[in-house]
């Protein structure tokens, strides 16, 4: 039937949504619309289902031929299940897509990303691509580079590389890895291991068929084409990778590789490793293909990767909708579509491979097609093993009966994972394997204990952010993939990997099915043979978990049935045994376990920590190192386990509050003798009698505790009561002990003491780690609580119990650590003994702890917070701590020897304990400097030998003044001469300081220059290829501090011995004047003596001064190479020295040899040795210095430490340096105290550098800012705020805290302070300056708090702030009306309002905002203003959400092609539907929050792109500058199109509202972005972008289109705004573009010329006023540099357009004009003045007798559209109105002139707007005033007036520099004929002829001449008034001596003369001659 006749389209029917084709079908060809029904294909398509194939198939030939993109449509957007015909059509409608079709792009992007596609579309689109290049075997590379282009347009390149058949994908990576889309070692590498054999093949077939010559024979063809050429990289990474897996591969495979590899030597020469893994050398092949299977062994992951399923088996793929529901979920499941076939799963254990006889059955019809047996073979091969049909594993099946199966016979990870059955990309894989690397390394590299990873990946598991799951999965995924490599991982690495293992199921991290498999692989583990490796990775798993044994009692009797169970570990027999009850062995056993890994490992950690002890014994030595590894393997206290059910508190009571956490407590709580529990319900009654406690109802609640509790209970009570409430709640501490009073149970009593000891002993012998803080504060709250039932009632506490003394004493050897724990305990113990009778102070028992304590507190190493301590307790026994007597048990060695230990041995320590103690090892805590060697030896024994000992480590002295010597400075008592003439002491210090001030400089110097050369070299050397600069500068700084010690010290330690014994003996001669000679011998004696005492304190003290000196200088040498590696970071690449490459590479053997990146591990070991040992000083074991510091991946927090650090102390050197210069006198002032106060907070948080600290300084520095609000002393005041200024920038510092958190906690401290000081606007004003205030947030809170104008202090307050930064506009450049939008439309709102009760001033205040912001503005909230500036301050916002920016810039990139393409239509309108279209599709129309996001996105990319393009000109500075513009506006001339299309369709048609709005966040988007970029890039900002978007945006939207008219005043409103925020003042950077934009001929017509009733004009008067205001400073000082002068060139050709085309607009607003523009710019105030009516002829001022009164203009006033009162305070005003009315207040004319002075800096001294407006304001009111009487203003009606008064009064009493201004006021208005010209010509006439000085009338002339001497044009009232004056013979001008007071004077004004006059009359009028 003719389609003309009946066509299906004209029918109702669904039709293919074909609006998004760029290029659509003819529309009318009905034959084509026939195939819109989307009906009849889907019809068409049943009926091929029913029999119909081929018929059908032949009816789509037509639409295939005439409109395949209509046809692809269709059938992707119908909705019915798997047709085989619709995949089939699909598959070969694709090619056509993939050649050059108009619509290709939308096409594939549809078919490809379109909502509701099935993945199968995917897979058939990348077998379609496949097809069409393995088409034929030409293998057509320009076919690859296309697939290649598309794949990277979808975004699908990684999904295309995991498709097969693997000759293509090969083919593809090789492209994608040429043109760096990929790296290609690292793609193949995976793809080996996933697939192993079939892929190796493949890409051997891919060589030989791309690379001929490979296998020895011809070179290859000639006319193989360029392209067609494999690259030699690409070859050699091939390569590479094949050679490194050749051991695994078939003999035959491997002999092709190995004979590739042998040809291509050439290309070969870079050897590759094999990818990185637990194995030292590359995993070794293994030998058989079945030794190492274990039901684990098939890979099911591996499988799938080969099987391939796709269109290629079309004809057996009518069956597919038959698939079981299991598979169907395989094609829904997008994120894998390299599995594109489900898991296997095996059910049927009894066949190798289970999966597959059940798989077959599965697919109906396929048991003989080619599919099936496709599945077996490849399933097979993909494992590289042959496919066996005998049973494998029939020799080891379970015997285990009593298993259910399904747990245990479960092999397939897929199942057991289903997330993890997803590839994981590139990035999460190598996180998870670099968290791997880290578990296996050795020390100097970064390293994580076993029990670290647990706790992250516990921490990953339950994450919230899904790319921590996704490495949580991934790495549990590749550790049960490699657990059938484990045999053959080394003893150390198999034991981590067990100890990793057993924590995974310890901790819980997996479950069911996972929990299962990896129990099972523990089990068959141990039934390996006693002794294997596997059986000891069994064991070492098994410990880890045997806690949770009970929870599985039938796989405690599999464990106990194995053969050699009763070689186990005797520990873990009991375990498993007690396991089977579900119990936990009543004694749990710490046995330590010792297998072959754990003595690699112990050897490695004894090693690596005491770098003294000898190799370990070999494993055949075990039994002697069984101590040892019980420290460092299993013993491994987990504080995580809950308590043993047994002993029954309930698992999850919450710890109380959280900071202390009595885990410690419940972990250690071993019960011996087994405690009887009572029931849940009476432990719930206990509980609930404990909670309800008070004093009031005590008897009761121990009635009720009688009555509840039987007495076997008591046990637990006193547990309970002990562990879960004494131990947590030191408050109700007296409570629980007259608990126990009430209760009258001594038994009771007695339980209740030793559980407390009990868990007293458990905390003294617990792990001691730095941040345990919970353990302390437990341990503390027992010490009150034991005090309090023992002392406080008057009982002992007795040495077997606990010793205190001993205590302290061990405490003391062992370190600062110890001594954390131990003081405060003992402190609180002693608090009770206040309260007893027996044991108060002067009890010998508890004054000789108090005496021990005292001695301790005299240890200058002790730590603050301990000397505090003791300080208080002495307070609370009323003791004075000078009073006590302190012995010396702290040193009694005997008493170490006899000392038993009480706390845990410090855990370094695996020597045995009697070694130990004489050396202290722990913290830097050092009692008694014995030298380790000779503990006898005594500090005299000292001789310049050997190198002496050192005495002090590097932090203990003090360098910044000599004083720092003073606490150190030793003087032994017994020296002869100091016993018998004991005030010599005070010579010795003098003696040392002079010794060392005399020294220091010199040696520093010498010690720096020498030491810095050779370090600079070598660290450079080390560090040429290394691109981390702060690693640099830390082993720069640990080397420079090493030689510059070494060298200080080997140059002053000789000379300071002689200089300090001659400086002492001198001394003690001037003291003793004439010494016998007995005593000069003593003196000789006494002066070697403390010599030798102090000599290593000066030394150390010289050593140390030259190293903090040394470190800023080191800091400037490398300077230059820390900015080269900064600068490559900025850009985006990594830096490394090319030179040093190359010589490195060249000529350096590969064991020295440097590599690109870090340093090699071994190197930089030199360096932490360096940092370690600082020559002089005692070896520092600093905890921030771990083994292998500097290897660790850079944290830029962790360096930003060390710029903190630098930055707090210039910070702090700041500070003191302004302390230093406050005067004495103000020493005591509040503010200096202040500044004191803020200088020590800047110590206190350089100390701990963490953000708390920061906060707390922050908010010091802002609270005292806003505290200050007037000082006794202007100077003090100003570098009080000074000072906090500095602190707040220096904490703004990029390398600290940065702006944006600076400026938010700022917000917050000045939003939440106290309203006391809130409202100081000085300081807030400072803080806004600085940039230091986050706008938005304190716009908001401030409009907020003036309560719609009831907040009278707000209020006021705000009128200040707006009024400071807005209206004097000073240096506040960066503040906009958009920065204060809520507060201004408070205040208009306000004013408004109550203009009666509103603060003074506030309705003129919001006249001038108005008057200088927005001529005429809606400020409705949510009007086109709101919008602008809600964009501007949107622009600013970060957070968008994710995956946003992709969109934007994928949605930009489609804009641009649609714009430039040639289908776009007229205006872009096509191109504009179909993108509509496809930002529906994107969701960015879904809100208006995403569409500003949009277009800020789109603003900053195009901004990008013009920097981007703009920095490649300065690369290459031969590029044309019209050819980078054109680049720039390729993109901005498009997104411009864009938005002007957005703004004319949003709405409907008639809707302006909406288009307005849209405009106007777009162009506050814009504006907000330019001050972003104005403000971080300053001198680098570029004008170019912003421009050009907004010209371009401006010609857009002015082009004649109706819908366009009707908007266009709005349009323009907007324009006029945004020029306005973007005013010179503001965006200095700008100002060139901005001038152009203002003065562009569209903008001026439009506005001055086009808009109807001048209703542009007062909007474009203001943007004059912003370009004025900004050239006001630089001209008025004159200041014209080049870039000032060409603004200037501009300004003025713009005033000459004007007064040409517009000079009715600068008639009209020429008092505005002046008002800003500086007196001294005579020219361009001219040009104003000049301009006249263009209806109005001039009368030539020349005329002779020119009547000017008779001029019919005369009387007509000008138009002013300028309100000029506005400025006047209203008090003034007022009594100006009742002066000129009354005369009255007689004051007025006396007081004048200071209300019109505002300062005394000569230039600046007067109000110029008020004296200018007063002139005006006069003058009108005067001209009324004659009009009014029925006269015209003349000299003779002018005189004698109010008015007239204050004209001569101003004349006579102002200084010169007022009399100018005030002059100049008056000639602003001679300008055109009208009364105002009239008026003001009279006045300058007669104030020269009543005149009481020359001086004034001097000052007339000059006021009058400046102005005529400069170029044309002259205002036509200047020269009537100055011919009038010359002229006329009653001013007796020619006869004042100024006329004639020099010689070029005169000749000035005879020029002027003539040209007024003319030669004849000027002459005569000269001679006094010429006419009236």
Known sequence: ??????????????????????????????????????????????????????????????????????????????????????????????????????????????????????????????????????????????????????????????????????????????????????????????????????????????????????????????????????????????????????????????????????????????????????????????????????????????????????????????????????????????????????????????????????????????????????????????????????????????????????????????QVWPEANQHFSKEIDDEANSYFQRIYNHPPHPTMSVDEVLEMLQRFKDSTIKREREVFNCMLRNLFEEYRFFPQYPDKELHITACLFGGIIEKGLVTYMALGLALRYVLEALRKPFGSKMYYFGIAALDRFKNRLKDYPQYCQHLASIGHFLQFPHHLQEYIEYGQQSRDPPVKLQGSITTPGSLALAQVQAQSQQPGVPKAPQPGQASTLVTTTTATTTVAKTTTIARPTPSGFKKDVPPSINTTNIDTLLVATDQTERIVEPPENVQEKIAFIFNNLSQSNMTQKVEELKETVKEEFMPWVSQYLVMKRVSIEPNFHSLYSNFLDTLKNPDFGKMVLSETYRNIRVLL?????????????????????????????????????????????????????????????????????????????????????????????????????????????????????????????????????????????????????????????????????????????????????????????????????????????????????????????????????????????????????????????????????????????????????????????????????????????????????????????????????????????????????????????????????????????????????????????????????????????????????????????????????????????????????????????????????????????????????????????????????????????????????????????????????????????????????????????????????????????????????????????????????????????????????????????????????????????????????????????????????????????????????????????????????????????????????????????????????????????????????????????????CVEISYRAQAEQQHNPAASAAIIRAKCYHNLDAFVRLIALLVKHSGEATNTVTKINLLNKVLGIVVGVLIQDHDVRQTEFQQLPYHRIFIMLLLELNAPEHVLETINFQTLTAFCNTFHILRPTKAPGFVYAWLELISHRIFIARMLAHTPQQKGWPMYAQLLIDLFKYLAPFLRNVELNKPMQILYKGTLRVLLVLLHDFPEFLCDYHYGFCDVIPPNCIQLRNLILSAFPRNMRLPDPFTPNLKVDMLSEINIAPRILTNFTGVMPSQFKKDLDSYLKTRSPVTFLSELRSNLQVSNEPGNRYNIQLINALVLYVGTQAIAHIHNKGSTPSMSTITHSAHMDIFQNLAVDLDTEGRYLFLNAIANQLRYPNSHTHYFSCTMLYLFAEANTEAIQEQITRVLLERLIVNRPHPWGLLITFIELIKNPAFKFWSHDFVHCAPEIEKLFQSVAQCCMGQKQAQQVMEGTGAS
Request: hydrophobic share 40%; charged share 20%; proline share 7%.
């Open 1 to 414: 039937m003719s389609p003309e006749v009946f066509c299906f389209a004209d029918y109702p029917c669904h039709t293919v949504a074909i609006d998004i084709l760029k290029a659509p079908p003819e529309d009318d060809n009905k034959e084509i619309a026939t195939w819109k029904s989307l009906d009849l294909v889907e019809s068409l398509l049943r009926l091929s289902e029913v029999g119909q194939y081929e018929p059908v198939k032949q009816l789509f030939s037509f639409p295939i031929k005439h409109c395949p993109d209509m046809l692809v449509l269709a059938l992707l957007q119908i909705s019915t299940s798997w047709h085989t015909l619709r995949h089939e059509l699909i598959s070969t409608l694709m090619p056509i897509f993939l050649g050059n079709h108009p619509n290709s792009a939308i096409i594939l992007h549809y078919a490809w990303h379109g909502q509701g596609q099935s993945p199968s579309i995917r897979q058939l689109i990348m077998h379609s691509m496949a097809e069409w290049y393995m088409r034929g075997e030409h293998y057509d590379q320009a076919k690859l580079s296309r697939i290649l282009d598309v794949a990277q347009d979808l975004k699908s390149l990684s999904m295309l590389l995991n498709a097969t058949p693997f000759a293509f994908v090969i083919d593809l990576a090789a492209l994608a890895s040429r043109r760096e889309y990929l790296k290609l070692d690292k793609w193949l590498t995976d793809k080996i291991r996933e697939h192993g054999e079939p892929f190796i093949l493949a890409c051997v077939t891919f060589l030989k068929r791309r690379c001929p010559s490979i296998m020895g024979g011809l070179a290859p063809d000639k006319d193989q084409p360029k392209s067609a050429q494999l690259p030699p990289e690409t070859l050699a990474t091939m390569l590479a990778c094949l050679q490194s897996c050749a051991g695994s591969v078939s003999q035959e495979l491997s002999e092709t590789i190995l004979t590739m590899v042998a040809n291509c030597s050439n290309v070969m020469n870079k050897a590759r490793q094999p990818p990185p893994g637990v194995m030292p050398k590359g995993r070794a092949p293994s030998t058989s293909s079945l030794d190492a299977i274990s039901p684990v062994q098939i890979d099911p992951l591996s499988a799938m990767g080969s099987l391939n399923l796709g269109g290629s088996t079309t004809s057996h793929t009518q069956n597919m909708q038959g698939f079981p529901s299991s598979l169907s979920s395989a094609f829904s499941n997008p994120q894998s579509p390299a599995k594109a076939f489900p898991p296997l799963t095996n059910p049927n254990p009894s066949t190798p491979f289970g999966g597959i006889g059940s798989l077959s059955s599965q697919l109906p019809g396929m048991d003989s097609g080619p599919l099936g047996s496709g599945i077996g073979s490849s399933i097979g091969s993909g494992l590289g093993m042959p496919a066996v049909t005998s049973d494998p594993f029939g020799t080891r099946k379970m015997s285990t009966p009593g298993l259910n199966p399904p747990t245990f016979q479960q092999t397939d990870l897929s």
């Open 765 to 1501: 012998t617990s792990d001691k780690a730095a941040a345990n803080f919970s353990d302390r504060s437990l341990l503390k709250n027992l010490g009150h609580w034991l005090g309090m039932i023992t002392l406080a009632k008057n009982k002992p506490i007795l040495y077997t119990d606990l010793e205190v003394k001993s205590l302290l004493l061990e405490a003391y050897v062992k370190g600062q650590q110890e001594l954390l724990y131990v003081v405060p305990f003992v402190a609180k113990v002693l608090e009770s003994s206040l309260r007893s009778v027996v044991f108060r102070p002067q009890n010998p028992w508890t004054m000789a702890i108090m005496n021990v304590l005292a001695e301790l507190h005299q240890e200058h190493d002790l730590k603050l917070n301990l000397k505090f301590e003791i300080e208080v307790l002495c307070k609370n026994l009323s003791l004075d701590i000078n009073d006590l007597k302190p012995g010396t048990l702290l040193k009694d060695k005997e008493k170490l020897k006899s000392l038993e230990e009480q706390l845990s041995a410090p855990k370094k320590e695996a020597k045995p304990p009697e070694e130990m103690l004489p050396i202290v090892t722990t913290g830097d805590f050092l009692p008694f400097a014995v030298a380790p060697s000779t503990p006898a030896a005594t500090t005299t024994a000292c001789t310049t030998t050997g190198p002496p000992t050192p005495q002090f480590s590097y932090h203990d002295i003090n360098v910044y003044a000599l004083a720092g010597l003073a606490p150190h400075i030793n003087i032994n008592i017994n020296i002869p001469l100091l016993q018998a003439h004991p005030q010599l002491k005070q010579c010795v210090r003098q003696s040392v300081e002079r010794a060392v001030q005399e020294l220091v400089h010199p040696v520093v110097d010498r010690s720096i220059k020498i030491a810095m050369t050779t370090c600079e070299q070598i660290v450079r050397k080390d560090f040429a290829l290394d691109s981390e600069e702060s690693r640099m500068r830390v082993a720069a700084h640990h080397m420079m501090r090493n030689l510059t010690a070494g060298m200080a010290m080997i140059t002053c330690r000789e000379p300071l011995l002689m200089s300090i014994a001659t400086n002492l003996k001198n001394s003690f001669a001037a003291a003793l004047r004439a010494p016998t000679p007995q005593q000069r011998e003593m003196m000789e004696e006494a002066a070697a003596r403390i010599a030798q005492d102090n000599c290593e304190l000066a030394c150390c003290f010289i050593q140390k001064t030259a190293v903090e000196k040394a470190g800023p200088e080191m800091d400037k040498r490398l300077a230059t190479e820390f900015e080269l590696r900064k600068h490559a970071r900025q850009e985006g690449r990594r830096y490394c020295d090319p030179v040093v490459l190359t010589y490195q590479a060249e000529r350096m053997p590969e064991q020295i040899r440097l590599k690109v990146g870090g340093v090699d591990p071994k190197q930089l070991a030199v360096y932490e040795e360096f940092a370690r040992n600082v020559p002089g000083f005692l070896p520092s074991n600093d905890l921030s210095q771990p083994t292998g510091f500097l290897a660790q991946p850079m944290k830029q927090q962790a360096w930003a430490t060390d710029d903190v650090a630098q930055i707090y102390d210039k910070c702090m050197a700041d500070l003191e340096q302004h302390l230093h210069a406050i005067p004495p006198a103000l020493a005591l002032n509040p503010q200096t105290q202040a500044l004191r106060s803020l200088l020590e907070a800047v110590a206190l948080a350089r100390n701990s550098r963490d953000g708390i600290a920061a906060l707390g300084l922050l908010q010091k520095a802002v609270e005292g800012l806003l505290d200050a609000t007037s000082g006794a002393d202007a100077d003090l005041l100003l570098r009080y705020r000074e000072c906090h200024l500095l602190v707040l920038k220096a904490l703004q510092d990029g390398r600290a805290y940065g702006p944006q958190w600076c400026n938010k906690q700022i917000t917050r401290c000045l939003i939440e302070c106290r309203d006391e000081y809130k409202y100081n606007v000085e300081a807030v004003e400072l803080l806004i300056r600085n940039h230091l205030v986050n706008m938005q947030q304190y716009d908001l809170h401030l409009a907020q708090s003036m309560e719609n104008g009831l907040h009278y202090m707000a209020v006021a307050f705000a009128m200040q702030l707006v009024k400071l930064l807005l209206v004097d506009e000073r240096s506040v450049g960066h503040i906009t009306e958009a920065d204060l939008f809520h507060t201004i439309e408070t205040l208009m709102r306000t004013s408004a309002h109550s203009r009666a009760n509103a603060p003074e001033g506030l309705p003129q205040l919001m006249d001038v905002v108005r008057s200088n912001y927005e001529a005429m503005i809606d400020r409705a909230h949510g009007g086109p203003n709101f919008m602008m500036h809600s964009g501007i301050s949107q622009a600013s916002e970060y957070d968008d959400p994710p995956g946003l920016r992709e969109k934007a810039e994928y949605l930009l990139r489609e804009w641009v092609n649609l714009y430039h393409s040639a289908a776009a239509g007229r205006d872009s309108t096509k191109a504009f539907s179909a993108f509509v279209g496809q930002m529906h599709q994107q969701g960015i129309l879904k809100t208006d929050d995403l569409i500003t996001r949009f277009f800020r996105l789109c603003t900053e990319m």
